[in-house]
């Protein structure tokens, strides 16, 4: 079947892995993306795994953190603020 899409190589797919999960890569990047995983066990794996993970983080991350450590963290973000006022 003839393809649009450059094939990609692993060093082509592994550093485009969060975009693809993320689906931040082009129409003609995802297919060659969705290709290559067809075809790599090990891409496929790392996918797998990130993927895991992307879900673990959004878990943990729907948590809300009690109103004591948020005021913490607010006042040491306005003093960090004071302190690098440049956002430095
Ligand atoms: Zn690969």
């Known amino acids: 079947m003839e393809t649009l899409f450059k094939r990609f ?3 082509d797919a592994l550093p485009r892995l969060h975009q693809f999960i993320d689906e931040e890569l082009s129409v003609l990047e995802l297919d060659a993306m969705r290709d290559h995983l067809d075809g790599c066990d090990n ?3 790392e996918h797998e795994v990130r993927t895991k993970l992307k ?3 959004r878990r943990a991350c729907r948590d809300v953190a009690p109103l004591s ?3 913490k963290v ?3 973000l306005v003093e960090l603020r004071r302190a690098f006022p440049e956002g430095a």
Request: with cysteine; glycine share 0%.
């Open 74 to 76: 607010a006042a040491r």
């Open 9 to 11: 190589a692993c060093e």
């Open 43 to 45: 891409c496929a794996h």
């Open 55 to 57: 879900s673990v983080v």
């Open 69 to 71: 450590l948020r005021s």
